[in-house]
């Protein structure tokens, strides 16, 4: 079955620490974003790549970092510069940019 | 300018009924509107999406309404089931596809 698998589903997190939050797709989609949502409010984009070893910020990237090596995996590392990190985490992909996003099931990421 | 606005933020409908979502945007770069479906604990799913060039378009019970003058579109689920209850976001985007998403409407569809 193809499709997106965000892991772990659930994610704490202690003061100082950094976390990496782990997105793999078997679509074979060149594209893909990670996206923060908070409760009441839209998505919003962390970093996308458009393809391997190829990324760039989105609206909010402060206190995050994401590397591309390969094309199936795009994992998010929250920095302890990230000051809130308390949020919904979600993976997205697409075959390129400019195409239908498809997304994964999200982690959820609190601080202990 | 940037901003996509959603309206309104939480909303019963009554099942069988028409449930209505509306967005307004202000960039007139914009040329793709997509509709996305939440459940609790899950990622969004694309819904429907229309592009500029055309005033609706209808996937089952699923229709887009799109103003391109007024810069307003709008969701309406037609006979409204239970199962349609989730939150639903529009998001706007221009040619380099960073979508801009709406706030959420959360649907409740009541038995």
């Known amino acids: 079955d193809g499709g997106i698998t965000q892991s772990p589903k659930y994610l704490f997190r202690k003061e100082g620490q950094n976390v990496t939050l782990s997105c793999e797709q078997n679509l074979n989609h060149d594209a893909m974003y990670w996206y923060r949502q908070d409760p009441g409010q839209g998505l919003r984009l962390i970093y996308y790549?458009?393809?391997?070893?190829?990324?760039q910020k989105g609206d909010i990237a402060e206190g995050y970092s994401v590397s591309r090596e390969k094309k199936e995996s795009f994992p998010l590392t929250v920095t302890s510069a990230q000051k809130n990190p308390t949020a919904f985490y979600l993976c997205?992909?697409?075959?390129?940019?400019?195409?239908?996003?498809?997304f994964g099931d999200g982690t959820r990421l609190s601080i202990l | 300018q940037q901003q996509v606005k959603q309206s309104p933020q939480s909303l019963i409908v009554q099942k069988g009924g028409i449930s209505i979502i509306n967005c307004a945007y202000e960039?007139?770069?914009?040329?793709?509107f997509p509709w996305y479906q939440q459940f609790p604990g899950k990622g969004p799913a694309l819904l429907i999406a229309?592009?500029?060039d055309v005033s609706e378009k209808k996937e089952g019970r699923f229709t887009i309404s799109f103003n391109k003058s007024a810069k307003q579109f709008s969701l309406h689920i037609m006979d409204s089931q239970p199962g349609d209850s989730a939150t639903y976001f529009c998001a706007a985007s221009d040619s380099n596809y960073q979508l801009i998403w709406g706030a959420g409407t959360k649907l409740i569809i009541k038995p």
């Open positions: 790549s458009q393809i391997v070893n190829d990324f």
């Open positions: 229309i592009r500029p």
């Open positions: 997205a992909s697409s075959i390129q940019v400019a195409q239908p996003q498809h």
């Open positions: 960039n007139t770069a914009f040329d793709y």
